[in-house]
């Protein structure tokens, strides 16, 4: 049976989503699955236009037309903006329009019509203006879903996956949420998807410290002792690989990768710096703890770089890559998804 095709959606319309979904549908011999966007046609017409593209661009009515579209037109299931898109300039008035392209596409992956969500960049500052009311697309994603509280932010690029405990809160918000509970629901969720979604049978979880030196025996603070070390035997016990806490300044060098398969940090920038320190162009974000595929590219909507040319599509083409792969591992494992 023939995979369907994935969901692309919208992003912030100001930002590069545009400009990179272009170029990527250009790159679509490279190994590229099929994929269609849910966005607005003429907006992307006048954008291949500005950029000197040579992107046709068709209007679908279904998920299902994608296919047989794809090698010489970019397939696009058309979502109305109601306010003219400037590049670099975002339009709250657009904000529901960018939700209900997301929505759509979750709606389509949840009928088995999309393989999988591949999101472009938001601007969360202008989403709240618009009235959005989540901290960020993992959140949405997980309203959507019917799973709030579950969902898990794993990001990857070759060589490094890192799963951050907290996600999208200041860190002093972050230290206070930190619990035992917290740190083995998330890399629960961890192991399972690096068998599920990664065909890893066996998968080393390495446990990053909370403070320097993790915590250097409770001369540093007390959290690796009386929260992580605890959660770690928890984990332990329920038949997981994981070991730590380990300190995060040496836990991601060429050598100490070489020893885990992902590594569960405790808060937001403990994981993202140095994944985008190792790989900033083929980062990609993948929500874990989800009925459906997701990823997007793990970077921003870089306003000044929209409606320029300069835009780089390498990791939007990682997201498609990694979408398409763990769909193709969901579907061996579990075959009726």
């Not at 794809?70 to 109601?82: D, I, K, R, S």
């Not at 690796?224 to 994981?242: H, Q, S, W, Y």
Request: aromatic share 4%; net charge neutral.
């Amino acid at each position: 049976m023939t995979s369907p095709p994935l969901a692309v959606s919208m992003g912030e319309p100001a930002g590069i989503g545009g400009d990179i979904t272009l170029k990527a549908w250009r790159r679509r011999s490279e190994g590229l699955a099929p994929f269609f966007v849910i966005d607005d046609p003429h907006r992307l017409r006048r954008l291949a236009d500005r950029l000197g593209l040579d992107c046709p661009i068709v209007e679908i009515d279904r998920p299902a037309d994608a296919a047989a579209a794809f090698a010489t037109a970019l397939p696009v299931l058309p979502v109305t903006l109601p306010a003219p898109v400037e590049p670099g300039r975002p339009d709250p008035a657009n904000v529901a329009a960018i939700g209900e392209s997301i929505a759509i596409a979750v709606r389509l992956c949840r009928r088995g019509e999309a393989a999988g969500l591949v999101t472009n960049p938001i601007h969360k500052a202008a989403m709240y203006l618009g009235g959005f009311r989540f901290p960020g697309h993992t959140e949405f994603l997980a309203h959507l879903a019917g799973l709030t509280g579950r969902e898990v932010m794993m990001l990857a690029c070759p060589g490094l996956r890192v799963v951050p405990v907290t996600i999208h809160v200041a860190l002093t918000e972050a230290i206070r949420m930190l619990t035992r509970d917290l740190i083995v629901t998330v890399g629960s969720e961890t192991a399972r998807s690096l068998v599920c979604d990664f065909a890893i049978p066996r998968p080393r979880l390495a446990v990053a410290g909370l403070n320097p030196h993790a915590g250097e025996d409770g001369g540093m603070g007390r959290e690796e002792i009386d929260i992580i070390a605890p959660a770690i035997a928890d984990l332990r016990a329920a038949g997981i690989d994981a070991f730590g806490p380990l300190p995060s300044d040496t836990l991601f060098h060429a050598r100490a990768r070489q020893t885990y398969d992902a590594v569960l940090c405790m808060y937001h920038d403990q994981a993202l710096i140095p994944l985008k320190t190792i790989d900033f162009d083929a980062g990609v974000n993948i929500t874990l703890g989800l009925p459906f595929v997701r990823t997007s590219p793990d970077h921003g909507t870089a306003f000044d770089l929209a409606g320029t040319g300069r835009a780089v599509e390498t990791s939007l083409m990682a997201a498609l890559s990694t979408a398409a792969t763990i769909a193709a591992n969901r579907r061996r494992v579990v075959p009726h998804v």
